[in-house]
């Protein structure tokens, strides 16, 4: 039996939905709505295409949004001193630094410098810290959309043994650190694996949901799930392709084709977790505004 997919598109356009209903009915009224700062340093051209979504889906749903570009030799000091004016202007309810930066620039300071209260991507220690806590905080957009999805399809995860690759800030820790809290959508054994882990496949064919985020082209292989297995496929890979316009292709963390045939559910790339995280982001900023603005989301 294929797989059923997961339609990360289809659910991040509700979401964008439900977002641009509670401007309109919360934040318009009141000639007020939220704001986002989007700050690029370099010109890598994902982190461009990345920005450059984030900035459609502001302006489809309502958030304000302004990009700031900066080029690669820009220093740390600079940086710093842009991401202090941005914390305080009452424009700007959340502020994102797009990843990667330069190696000269550090990114746990630069997290640092970000007013807590604005870090849409939840990447101040302050918010990683009460994420771990299990209190409430700013989680970070892409685990955040892999937890909607799982709840949105109804996908058990109580009691269930995740198997998460990968352990990045962004995506490994924070995810199995939603995942082991006791709360109903979460409350699953979870193993992390990594670089160093050995017998990959002897973990991942014990996986009731596994989430791929190595970063590292079709790395999971149909011989690597059982069937039964939701598969969540947090890889953007570009590869090289002659045949296609763009000379490139985006492929998962997961070999879609042989693996999609074998697990009952599975999230394709694009069109997965992708728009997830963006639409998270936006839920995050507006969440950022309600409580700068004092306005209830719930009334
Ligand atoms: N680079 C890759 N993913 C992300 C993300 O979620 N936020 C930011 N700021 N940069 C990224």
New binding site residues.
Partial sequence: MPAKIIDGKKISDQIKTEIKASIEKDFLPKNVRPGLAAVIVGDDPA?QV?VSSKRKACEYVGVHSDVFNFPSDISEMELISVIEKLNHDDKFHGI?????LPPHIDQKRINLVIDPNKDV?G?HPINFGKLLAGDECFV???PAGIIELLKRHKIETVGKHVVVLGRSN?VGKPIAALLIQKSPNANSTVTICHSATKNIGEFSRSADILIAAIGQPEFVTANMVSENCVVIDVGINRIEDPSAEKKYRLVGDVKYDEVSKKVEFITPVPGGVGPM?IAM?LKNTLIAASKFYNINLNA
């Fill in positions: 982190s990345y994102l630094v797009q990843q990667p991507d990447f970070p957009c892409t962004i995280t982001l």
